[in-house]
């Protein structure tokens, strides 16, 4: 018998190694948290397909297709030979954050203001990949994603022990705070896994739930994507419904007011030196004009490798637009007068009309009733004569 033990504490000791070694070179590669776990179907799967159910998902309809549900009920039909799950997260609060505080006069969710962190974080995970087959003097099999892929990746991250599922649905890790970035590496070797994080943390806090501008978020930690800031400014492609525009506030990118309030973020949370989440040139003091000046052919080139570049030139437009309607800020004026009058995007001339009528002043008004003569689409016209009734 202790013959036969002896082989199995060899493969034991040779795990372990190669699970140090493999963290060890995770975080080198600049990852915050590493953790391991199994290929196991998520235990809350149900909550998830609840959710779906409930319509919750809003307009993305990629998330309830079968092949979708059938990948994300089970990581081994994406990887059958999948017998590790690596489990990263990369902290991405920019040390000059100043596009995303309150006292900006346009705010971007924090983790958008650098480069496009699926391109960072791929690239990290595909560089981790040579270095394990390095090791191994070998190929393997395997399969990376960050958030666009089939993974429930915030259960698995608590099963790999990086922390606990907020009220605000982000996860929260004890001693960093909830500003850090979701990867996955799906491997066909077999590593140590980490033990499941136990704890709720959030105790009887609702800060983030209190704090909420849309109320979108729910009470079984998940939330209803068709009132959420971030889904509305980034996922929504039509109309942004009149009663949340207001409560769109300064945000023209993203959200952070639920990661602001919570207690973990204010006390743990700190800024990271990672140049990859440090602000681009446009992006350091943005100003509601520079969206609104946005060019059909040529918004892109500031914005090359940004998060950013995901609503297209539309739907930063438009964001823009309802920034600048919230603002109340006469100044705006000739820019929202010009895209009502002649911008190619219907919504854009939509959006630029309530924005008019949330405006004082004469010029508001006299651009309003100059478009109502001259508006040849039926749903912008709408528009138009709804904002001449209420302003």
């Known amino acids: 018998m202790k013959g036969l033990d002896k082989p199995r504490r060899n493969s034991m000791d040779k795990?372990?190694?190669?699970?140090?070694?493999?963290?060890?070179?995770?975080?080198?590669?600049?990852?915050?948290?590493?953790?391991?776990?199994?290929?196991?179907?998520?235990?809350?799967?149900?909550?998830?397909?609840?959710?779906?159910?409930?319509?919750?998902?809003?307009?993305?309809?990629?998330?309830?297709?079968?092949?979708?549900?059938?990948?994300?009920?089970?990581?081994?039909?994406?990887?059958?030979?999948?017998?590790?799950?690596?489990?990263?997260?990369?902290m991405y609060l920019p040390q000059d954050s100043s596009a995303s505080t309150s006292t900006s006069p346009v705010q971007i969710s924090s983790y958008a203001l650098g480069e496009d962190y699926h391109t960072v974080l791929k690239e990290r995970l595909e560089s981790l990949v040579h270095i394990i087959e390095d090791r191994l003097n070998k190929p393997m099999k395997h399969r990376i994603y960050t958030d666009t892929g089939p993974l429930l990746e915030r259960e698995l991250a608590?099963?790999?022990?990086?922390?606990?599922?907020?009220?605000?649905?982000?996860?929260?890790?004890?001693?960093?705070?909830?500003?850090?970035?979701?990867a996955e590496l799906l491997l066909e070797i077999p590593l140590q896994p980490d033990s499941y994080f136990p704890f709720d943390r959030c105790g009887a806090c609702t800060r983030c739930i209190d704090a909420c501008p849309t109320n979108c978020i729910l009470p079984d930690r998940t939330l209803d994507a068709r009132r959420c800031i971030s889904y509305l400014t980034i996922e929504e492609k039509q109309s942004i419904d009149r009663d949340l525009r207001g409560a769109i506030g300064s945000w023209l990118f993203g959200c952070d007011i639920c990661q602001q309030v919570c207690p973990w973020n204010q006390r743990f949370a700190k800024p990271t030196d990672d140049p990859a989440f440090q602000p681009l040139p446009f992006l350091k003091q943005p100003t509601v004009a520079d969206f609104l000046l946005l060019k059909p052919k040529e918004w892109r080139k500031p914005l090359i490798g940004s998060p950013l570049e995901r609503p297209r030139r539309k739907g930063l437009v438009r964001n823009a637009i309802i920034v600048a309607g919230n603002a109340r800020d006469e100044s705006a004026t000739p820019f929202l007068a010009k895209l009502l009058r002649s911008d190619?995007?219907?919504?854009?001339?939509?959006?630029?009309?309530?924005?008019?009528?949330?405006?004082?002043?004469?010029?508001?008004?006299?651009?309003?009733?100059?478009?109502?003569?001259?508006?040849?689409?039926?749903?912008?016209?709408?528009?138009?004569?709804?904002a001449l009734s209420t302003s």
């Not at 915050?32 to 998520?42: A, F, N, R, S």
């Not at 319509?55 to 994406?78: F, K, Q, V």
């Not at 790999?160 to 890790?173: R, S, V």
């Open 344 to 386: 190619p995007e219907p919504s854009v001339r939509a959006h630029a009309a309530w924005a008019l009528s949330q405006i004082p002043g004469r010029e508001a008004q006299s651009s309003l009733q100059d478009a109502a003569d001259h508006e040849t689409d039926s749903i912008v016209q709408g528009e138009i004569n709804h």
């Open 15 to 90: 795990r372990v190694e190669l699970t140090r070694f493999v963290k060890e070179e995770a975080h080198r590669l600049g990852f915050t948290l590493v953790g391991i776990t199994t290929p196991d179907p998520p235990s809350h799967f149900d909550v998830y397909q609840r959710w779906l159910e409930m319509g919750n998902h809003g307009g993305m309809s990629y998330l309830s297709t079968e092949r979708a549900l059938h990948r994300r009920s089970d990581p081994r039909t994406i990887l059958p030979e999948c017998q590790s799950i690596l489990v990263c997260g990369t």
């Open 158 to 182: 608590q099963r790999a022990g990086l922390g606990w599922i907020g009220k605000n649905t982000c996860l929260i890790h004890p001693k960093l705070g909830s500003y850090f970035l979701l």
